[in-house]
């Protein structure tokens, strides 16, 4: 990530029209990983102004303390970043539940 090559990021970015959701998608909590330099360098250096954030709560701990609740938490990241887990009998999607609900 450091140092941001801008000029390869530029021309990714490019190829999706100025409207498109910009995600940054993290295992670990908001205030750990790379998601604040990330943040930063898009809105200051790159002129972009809203980022979605896709991730963990802030958290004062990198893990969650529960095998059952990390595995929840991990498949609901991933269920946010690219989609429902595929239904392999059906061919289709499987509808989650959030991890919270």
Same mark, same amino acid.
């Given at each position: @990530? /450091?140092? @941001?090559?801008? !000029?390869?990021?530029?021309? +990714?970015?490019?190829? /999706?029209?100025?409207? &498109?959701? +910009? %995600?940054?998608?993290?295992?670990?909590?908001? #205030?750990?990983?790379?998601?604040?330099?990330? !943040? !930063?360098?898009?809105? #200051?250096?790159?002129? +972009? !102004?809203?980022?979605?954030?896709?991730?963990?709560?802030?958290?004062?701990?990198?893990? %969650?303390?529960?095998?059952?609740?990390? =595995?929840?938490?991990?498949?609901?990241? @991933?269920?946010?970043? +690219?989609?429902? @887990?595929?239904?392999? =009998?059906?061919?289709?999607?499987?509808?989650?539940?959030?991890?919270? &609900?």
């Amino acid at each position: @990530l /450091y140092p @941001l090559h801008h !000029d390869m990021l530029s021309s +990714i970015l490019a190829r /999706y029209p100025k409207s &498109a959701e +910009i %995600v940054w998608a993290q295992e670990e909590p908001r #205030n750990a990983g790379a998601y604040h330099f990330m !943040d !930063d360098s898009l809105r #200051n250096d790159m002129g +972009i !102004d809203k980022i979605t954030f896709i991730g963990r709560e802030t958290s004062a701990s990198p893990a %969650v303390g529960s095998k059952h609740a990390h =595995k929840q938490q991990q498949e609901q990241l @991933l269920t946010e970043a +690219i989609g429902a @887990l595929p239904d392999t =009998k059906t061919g289709g999607a499987k509808a989650k539940q959030p991890a919270h &609900a």
